[in-house]
């Protein structure tokens, strides 16, 4: 990649504290490559550790809400925030949780037409409203997701994590993070 994934410095791996460096490769060491996020926020270690934690609080604990199912709200409201950064690197994951090459897309354009279960639509309505218009959120919105069946936990796992990405977001738009290349391609053919 020839752009910079970044408008902010982007520190060398030996100039990172040893915990952020750790983490970052072991995320390497996973994935085969390093996320432009973790190169992105490395140059404010404190932040970096702060974001990291709250987003493994989010989105790697035991859940009423399947891994997969996170992974739609993510793609969902950063399409709808326009962050290309979350649609893509977000829509690399949702592609491999839900082992599904076509979801990612229909959700990040519009879930409402997406091959998505009703259960499925009504827990990424509430998380637009929260990602969009969280100061029009009532009863209603919560009764309409216990009719599908959302315990008051998910409820609250959905509206975090619609949250949390609205400022991760918000982030990647104001550094105009690069989504890596890698990205792009995983999760669409099945592995050989």
């Known amino acids: 990649m020839n752009s910079p994934i970044s408008r902010f410095p982007v520190p060398a791996l030996d100039e990172m504290p040893a915990d952020v460096r750790s983490r970052i490769l072991e ?5 085969g490559f390093v ?3 973790f190169l992105t926020l490395a140059h404010r270690p404190d932040e970096f550790r702060a974001f990291f934690a709250y987003h493994d609080a989010l989105m790697e604990k035991e859940s009423g809400l399947s891994k997969a199912e996170r992974e739609m709200i993510v793609v969902t409201t950063s399409g709808a925030n326009q962050c290309q950064y979350c649609v893509v690197a977000h829509g690399a994951i949702l ?3 839900a082992r599904n090459p076509l979801l990612a897309d229909q959700v990040a354009v519009n879930y409402r037409k997406a091959d998505i279960t009703p259960r499925q639509r009504a827990m990424l309505d509430f998380a ?4 969009l218009h969280s100061a029009e959120i009532g009863d209603a919105d919560f009764a309409a997701l216990r009719e599908n069946g959302f315990s008051d936990p998910d409820i ?3 509206g ?3 949250a949390f990405f609205a400022m991760s977001n918000r982030l990647a738009n104001m550094s105009s993070m690069r989504p890596n290349e890698e990205f792009f391609l995983m999760g669409r053919l099945p592995k050989g």
């Open 27 to 31: 995320v390497q060491e996973k994935a």
């Open 35 to 37: 996320p432009n996020v």
């Open 160 to 162: 975090a994590v619609a």
């Open 128 to 131: 637009l409203k929260v990602a």
């Open 156 to 158: 609250w796992d959905i």
């Open 95 to 97: 592609r491999v949780r």
